[in-house]
């Protein structure tokens, strides 16, 4: 996508759009996009982290010589101003 049809620059350049930070994620759909002003985000995290660590998986995960990490967090989030979270669902 560029920011101008026929444009020199694309919209997302280095994880940044006009400029701004941002984080892709495989949990918001293709076409999504989440816009916060995360100052306004209160995270309240509970419980501790859990982390799980599997050395042989699978005799081919084994063989080549990988272990899988994985870290669950139990993490809430509330926000205090609701108009600072925008989702456009047609992204093309």
Known sequence: MS???GGP????????????P?????C??????VICEWSRVI???WGAI????????S???FNAGITAVRCIASV?????????VVAATSIT
């Open 76 to 84: 809430d989030l509330a926000v205090t101003q609701p108009a600072v």
């Open 22 to 26: 941002v984080i892709t994620s495989a």
């Open 59 to 61: 005799s081919a995960h």
């Open 28 to 33: 918001v759909p293709a076409g999504v996009l």
């Open 9 to 20: 620059t694309f919209i997302m350049d280095g994880n940044q759009i006009a400029g701004l």
């Open 50 to 57: 859990e982390v799980e660590v599997t050395g042989m998986a």
């Open 3 to 5: 920011a101008v049809t």
């Open 43 to 45: 995270a309240a995290s």
